[in-house]
């Protein structure tokens, strides 16, 4: 498993405890970390992907809202809600080709979500993608 995959287990067991009790970035940190073993490089992209999506979550989950078709965001399963925040979050980022930004999405879904969920996960992401592209073109 490399680095940057385990930073992103990490950030989106992060990002599912901000979700259900809606405490402060650092105080889900500091309590996630009292019991996780990582190398300094890894808590620090972890910490830098949980913390970027949940500054940017409103506006994430207002194009979640968008392109989730018949779904609203709280309907989602909240793992899955965190895995596209993740995500998107990397996807306007753009330092990783959105291929691999959605490859690592759909492996979190197979490990930590239901069976259908990386399909699911793909289209919404895969739309996502195109909706980025399109903005930075215009």
């Known amino acids: 498993m490399t680095l940057r995959h ?4 990490f950030a989106l067991q992060m990002l599912f ?22 190398t300094d490089e890894t808590r620090r992209f972890a910490n830098q992907l949980f913390e970027g999506a ?5 506006a994430i989950d207002a194009l979640i809202g968008k392109l989730a078709e018949n779904w609203r965001i709280e309907r989602l399963a909240t793992v899955d809600r965190n895995i596209l925040r993740l995500a998107i979050h990397e996807l306007r980022a753009g330092a990783v080709p959105p291929k691999a ?15 259908e969920a990386p399909s699911f996960l793909n289209g919404i992401l895969d739309a996502a993608r195109k909706h980025l592209e399109a903005e930075k073109s215009a």
């Open 54 to 58: 949940v500054a940017q979550a409103e």
């Open 6 to 9: 385990k930073s992103r287990e």
């Open 101 to 115: 930004v959605i490859d690592e999405a759909l492996e979190l879904a197979k490990t930590f979500s239901s069976a």
């Open 17 to 38: 405890e901000w979700d259900m009790a809606r405490q402060a970035p650092a105080r889900v940190e500091q309590f996630f970390w009292k019991s996780a073993r990582a």
